[in-house]
């Protein structure tokens, strides 16, 4: 993120794409239905329905460790799409589960800092104080030549039978026009 752009959200809360973040999760969260759920812990089973199909997927999400089984939430710190229903369930401000690092202010401390140093090619990095072990039970063998495809091939693979069937179907036009 580019610091001119920051000093402009200077007094936003989070910058620009963490808000379009949250606001999306929030939004998609509305499509959930909260089926179950527990208000002592804020423990909440919420249901989604599949994309293009009729199955739907259940989730476990509890706000007070703050996570969701689907895994997003632990992983990247705003809360999923259905930790995002069960705050409405539960009339749970979900803004303060957001962390620290997402807000304007870290990122402003973090940049105008300024210590940032490019990374040198890989040949000038220093050779590292231990010896990197090979495990041979990892180890794969190669035979020589290419890689051969896991498809079958089929009669739609030779040239000849493309050319049989559009010949064909070239024949069939014709007559239809007559
Ligand atoms: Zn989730």
């Known amino acids: 993120m580019a610091n001119a752009s920051l000093t402009q959200q200077r007094n936003q809360i989070w910058p620009d794409d963490v808000h379009h973040r949250f606001d999306k999760m929030q939004r998609l969260g509305l ?57 409405r369930h539960f009339r749970v401000d979900p803004s303060v589960f957001m962390k620290q690092y997402y807000t304007t202010s870290a990122y402003l401390r973090t940049y105008s800092a300024g210590h940032f140093v490019p990374l ?14 090979h495990n041979p039970e990892r180890r794969t063998v190669r035979r020589r030549g290419r890689d051969t495809t896991l498809r079958i091939c089929n009669e739609m693979d030779r040239p000849q039978t493309r050319a049989r069937q559009q010949y064909r179907a070239s024949e069939r036009a014709e007559t239809s026009q007559r």
């Open 31 to 87: 499509q959930h239905i909260v089926q179950m759920y527990d208000y002592a812990d804020q423990v909440a089973s919420v249901i989604t329905q599949v994309p293009g199909s009729q199955r739907s997927r259940t989730f476990k999400v509890k706000l007070s460790t703050q996570e969701c089984s689907c895994g997003q939430w632990k992983n990247d710190g705003i809360p999923c799409s259905h930790a995002m229903q069960a705050c």
């Open 120 to 133: 040198p090619d890989d040949d000038e990095w220093d050779e590292p104080p231990f010896q990197t072990q």
